[in-house]
């Protein structure tokens, strides 16, 4: 099966001299459901981040459908940007505006700019819009304001406007670190259910391993900027957990 994406020497050191992340290799290929988990400040975030350059790496290779994603540049970043679908810990949603309007952010980057930017979507677009908000159980909240919803309401529109991307890859950054247990379960349903349907590959952070154990098919274990696991999740074993974690857990 071919790579969806491919991390090779991936380093990042902050301006301040903070060394997030120091060198991390790792595949992951179509249909993976890859949970990455370790402790705080592990490096996590930046290693999302790094991979649709959200954050510049500092060394090191990405590979993205084969794509080098350290050479692309405007309209080709752009381009694989958009098959990368994010989903962020806080949502990262314009409260302010209706459902739909933010899912069809998720549309941006297959519009032309200007379109884009005064909010005119096509007939289809806002179709699609509607037909993704049914499958996360939010038809009738599409005209509601953001900041009328609920935490985990909130998050089914993150995963409504990713999947507006119609993304090859999504990264989901803590999805579910700001929800209460039963929420949180119900977003990693949706999350899991969906990337399995469509036939999504996912790269998951998880603070919580017996969820990251529950539903991943690999679990990549990062530690002070380095991977210190990669394996299924019986091979994730209490040993294992405390060589990730440290005197932390
Ligand atoms: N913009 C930044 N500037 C400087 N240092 C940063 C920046 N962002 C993150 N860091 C540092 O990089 C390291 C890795 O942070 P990162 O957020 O990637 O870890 P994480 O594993 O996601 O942590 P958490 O689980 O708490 O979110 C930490 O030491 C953090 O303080």
Same mark, same amino acid.
């Given at each position: 099966?071919?790579?969806?994406?491919?991390?090779?020497?991936?380093?990042?050191?902050?301006?301040?001299?903070?060394?997030?992340?120091?060198?991390?290799?790792?595949?992951?290929?179509?249909?993976?459901?890859?949970?990455?988990?370790?402790?705080?400040?592990?490096?996590?975030?930046?290693?999302?981040?790094?991979?649709?350059?959200?954050?510049?790496?500092?060394?090191?290779?990405?590979?993205?459908?084969?794509?080098?994603?350290?050479?692309?540049?405007?309209?080709?970043?752009?381009?694989?940007?958009?098959?990368?679908?994010?989903?962020?810990?806080?949502?990262?949603?314009?409260?302010?505006?209706?459902?739909?309007?933010?899912?069809?952010?998720?549309?941006?980057?297959?519009?032309?700019?200007?379109?884009?930017?005064?909010?005119?979507?096509?007939?289809?677009?806002?179709?699609?819009?509607?037909?993704?908000?049914?499958?996360? $159980?939010?038809? &009738?909240?599409?005209?509601?304001? !953001?900041?009328?919803?609920?935490? *985990? +309401? #909130?998050?089914?529109?993150?995963?409504?406007?990713?999947?507006?991307?119609?993304?090859?890859?999504?990264?989901?950054?803590?999805?579910?670190?700001?929800?209460?247990?039963?929420?949180?379960?119900?977003?990693?349903?949706?999350?899991?259910?969906?990337?399995?349907?469509?036939?999504?590959?996912?790269?998951?952070?998880?603070?919580?391993?017996?969820?990251?154990?529950?539903?991943?098919?690999?679990?990549?274990?990062?530690?002070?900027?380095?991977?210190?696991?990669? $394996?299924?999740? &019986?091979?994730?074993?209490?040993? !294992?957990?405390?060589?990730?974690? *440290? +005197? #932390?857990?």
């Amino acid at each position: 099966m071919q790579a969806v994406l491919e991390v090779i020497g991936l380093k990042k050191k902050y301006k301040d001299g903070t060394f997030a992340l120091r060198g991390i290799d790792f595949q992951v290929k179509e249909g993976e459901f890859v949970a990455v988990i370790g402790p705080s400040g592990a490096g996590k975030s930046t290693l999302m981040r790094c991979i649709n350059r959200l954050v510049e790496p500092s060394e090191g290779k990405i590979y993205f459908n084969g794509n080098d994603m350290m050479k692309a540049n405007g309209q080709k970043l752009r381009q694989h940007r958009r098959e990368i679908g994010m989903i962020f810990q806080n949502f990262n949603l314009i409260p302010r505006v209706t459902v739909i309007d933010n899912v069809l952010n998720g549309r941006l980057g297959y519009t032309g700019s200007l379109a884009g930017a005064l909010g005119i979507f096509s007939r289809k677009d806002r179709d699609f819009a509607l037909e993704i908000l049914a499958r996360v $159980g939010l038809a &009738d909240k599409a005209l509601k304001r !953001v900041d009328e919803l609920s935490g *985990g +309401q #909130q998050q089914r529109v993150g995963i409504a406007r990713a999947l507006a991307q119609e993304p090859k890859l999504i990264l989901a950054d803590e999805p579910i670190a700001s929800l209460d247990p039963i929420t949180s379960e119900n977003i990693m349903e949706y999350i899991y259910n969906i990337c399995r349907e469509d036939g999504i590959t996912c790269l998951i952070n998880l603070h919580q391993v017996e969820i990251a154990k529950r539903y991943a098919t690999r679990i990549i274990g990062i530690r002070e900027g380095k991977k210190v696991f990669d $394996g299924t999740p &019986d091979e994730l074993t209490r040993e !294992v957990i405390r060589s990730i974690y *440290g +005197q #932390q857990k």
